[in-house]
């Protein structure tokens, strides 16, 4: 009786305040900086249509501070820590995420939109990026724009050049890709990096132009290598603790869901590509940018073709990593 008096008391206080009986708020871990064009131009305004969507019965917090460090975020919403998190993929140093590689490859797209897009597209129905995500619903797969090498002892004019430098990576391929030129790379997350080039422990980073204006980076840096697709790429997951999933009505989900995948893979492409033109501004007058050279391309597709092929020979039976990638790269209109 008892329960039940504080029930319809709760109900009657949630229309007297105009706000839903029932309401489910979920909690969102960020762990970028608070003011991040992704942050900002993706995750926020996702939480806020969920909130409008759903008539006010989910809504989402965003943490202005993590509730643990960015490798431990796909754990931290499996084991409903959080109810919700993002990260990169190439953060979990086991074999969790193998299929998910598919979007770590050079020469893989110049467009955050597009190359997004793909990845959900690929991953989800070719490579079974549920299986890979289990504990948590999907909501999201997602990849930034075109990964570079920028540092600040020389421009990379061949592959000698690379040699002896200290890169700071975020994991996975472009770590394994980098060992194969003599460089050596130090991974670390993306919060770390301008403590460490500051005093000298790294000679540069592999990152996105985004980072360049997101981390102030332009003091620390002189030169910026390209490659058309991508010297790297990285990829994200944006996921829900399965169980919190499952409490939410149908009607909700089916909200929501419009909201993620595909959708929600072009909104964050879109804020990733305004982050670029910031970074690109960031950078002008300060570095100096150049195009890979053709021995450096050539260097890099040979290795990368090897990379690739390793990768798609460790996925077993039932999974095509070599047509997957060729769907990838016809989605994104890049040769190969």
Do not use: C
Request: charged share 25%; aromatic share 10%; net charge negative.
């Amino acid at each position: 009786m008892k329960q039940l008096k504080a029930t319809l008391i709760g109900g009657l206080f949630a229309l007297a305040s105009g706000l839903p009986a029932f309401a489910e708020e979920l909690v969102l871990s960020s762990w970028l900086p608070p003011r991040h064009p992704i942050v900002e131009n993706a995750f926020k305004p996702w939480a806020e249509e969920v909130a409008k969507a759903t008539d006010g019965r989910v809504t989402v917090r965003v943490l202005a501070k993590p509730l643990g460090s960015p490798p431990a975020h796909f754990d931290m919403a499996r084991d409903d820590i959080a109810d919700i998190t993002y990260g990169l993929h190439s953060f979990t140093e086991d074999d969790r995420f193998k299929r998910a590689r598919i979007g770590q490859f050079s020469f893989l797209g110049d467009d955050a939109v597009t190359n997004s897009e793909a990845f959900w597209t690929v991953y989800t129905e070719q490579l079974g990026a549920a299986e890979e995500h289990a504990g948590t619903h999907l909501l999201g797969l997602f990849m930034h724009g075109p990964g570079m090498l920028h540092n600040n002892q020389r421009p990379i004019k061949d592959l000698k050049d690379l040699e002896g430098l200290k890169i700071r990576v975020p994991g996975g391929y472009v770590a394994d890709l980098l060992k194969g030129f003599g460089v050596e790379p130090l991974f670390m997350a993306s919060g770390e990096v301008y403590e460490k080039l500051s005093r000298g422990v790294v000679d540069g980073v592999a990152f996105p132009y985004d980072a360049i204006a997101s981390f102030k980076l332009a003091d620390y840096l002189k030169y910026t290598t390209k490659l058309p697709g991508g010297i790297y790429n990285t990829t994200w997951f944006f996921v829900i603790n399965q169980a919190k999933w499952d409490a939410i009505s149908p009607e909700d989900q089916a909200a929501i869901t419009a909201l993620s995948g595909l959708s929600f893979a072009k909104r964050v492409g879109e804020a990733w590509t305004k982050a670029d033109e910031i970074g690109v501004a960031a950078a002008e007058g300060k570095m100096e940018v150049d195009p890979a050279s053709d021995e450096v391309v050539a260097a890099i597709r040979t290795r990368a073709a090897e990379l690739e092929g390793a990768w798609a020979d460790s996925l077993g039976e039932g999974y095509d990593g070599r047509a997957a990638l060729a769907s990838f790269r016809q989605m994104t209109g890049v040769a190969q």
